[in-house]
């Protein structure tokens, strides 16, 4: 699947690098979700340890929402609402993983429908958020450098 992220926002806070793969890299902000992360206990973590050994300057946590505002995208993608999205990692109980390059830094971002895990990540990043997971479409992403 191709996802076109028209808003996204860093809650990390402070700045890692790990951000400026989605900034900088070739694709910009298009993002291929190139491999599925069931939300078992066991997967999750798996990369609870993966963040823990990157430690905080290896990883950001990110917020991508819907946007009212419609982008030109290239001939190849086609725009497919962030609902449908959703509704398929809920259906299949998993998160999209995603290989991201720029420059000379490499990262996966893992990229969540609004769930426990997601939601818990959010807060820790973002202790000031509600912690009721929000009403609108959202996906909750996890970047973490290579």
């Given amino acids: 699947a191709t996802v076109y ?10 700045s890692t690098g790990a951000e400026k793969l989605l900034v900088n890299s070739s694709i910009g902000s298009i993002i291929r979700v190139t491999q599925r992360l069931k939300l078992e206990k066991q997967k999750l973590d798996q990369l609870n340890q993966k963040l823990a050994s990157a430690g905080v300057s290896g990883h950001c946590i990110l917020v991508a929402m819907t946007s009212s505002q419609t982008s030109e995208l290239p001939d190849d993608i086609q725009h497919r609402p962030l609902k449908h999205l959703l509704q398929y990692f809920v259906q299949k109980q998993a998160a999209g993983i995603s290989t ?14 609004p769930c ?13 958020l509600n912690s009721e997971p929000s009403k609108e479409d959202y996906l909750g992403m996890i970047l973490v450098k290579e």
């Fill in 116 to 128: 426990e895990f997601s939601q818990s990540k959010l807060l820790k990043a973002a202790p000031s």
């Fill in 5 to 14: 992220l028209e808003e996204k926002a860093v809650v990390s806070t402070q």
């Fill in 100 to 113: 991201l390059e720029a420059n000379d830094l490499q990262g996966v971002l893992h990229t969540f429908p």
